[in-house]
Nanobody, 122 residues
């Protein structure tokens, strides 16, 4: 049974940093692209970042380019999202997902984690 578990969320001040982790089990990690999405209350799930099966390619939403970095560690079956220079607009529940390739569309993802809350405030 595939399982994705996010962690690392929390409350942080404006300008702070967080690193989210997504531990994957129950599937062959290297066969899946990993994406991070976020969802604020009353809004649709929004693409944040994605990384290819091998980690050689990445994509970012314009709103996070230069601030967020996605990476993956095959030995640990874990993907990461390093988030720097956080602002209140980054406040949301962050989800990781697994897909057959690098894709920025949520509906193409096969498996999802339960999400981790990120709150940025002054």
């Amino acid at each position: 049974q595939p399982r994705l578990v996010e962690s690392g969320g929390g409350s942080v001040q404006i300008g702070g940093s967080l690193r989210l982790s997504c531990v994957v089990s129950g599937l062959t990690f290297g066969h899946y692209g990993i994406g991070w999405f976020r969802q604020a209350p009353g809004q649709d799930r929004e693409f944040v970042a994605a990384i290819s099966l091998t980690g050689s390619s990445t994509e970012y939403a314009d709103s996070v380019k230069g601030r967020f970095t996605i990476s993956r560690d095959g030995a640990k079956s874990t993907a990461y999202l390093q988030m720097n220079s956080l602002s209140p607009e980054d406040t949301a529940v962050y989800f990781c997902g697994a897909s057959n390739y690098l894709i920025t569309t949520a509906r193409e993802y096969l498996y999802w984690g339960q999400g981790t809350q990120v709150t940025v405030s002054s």
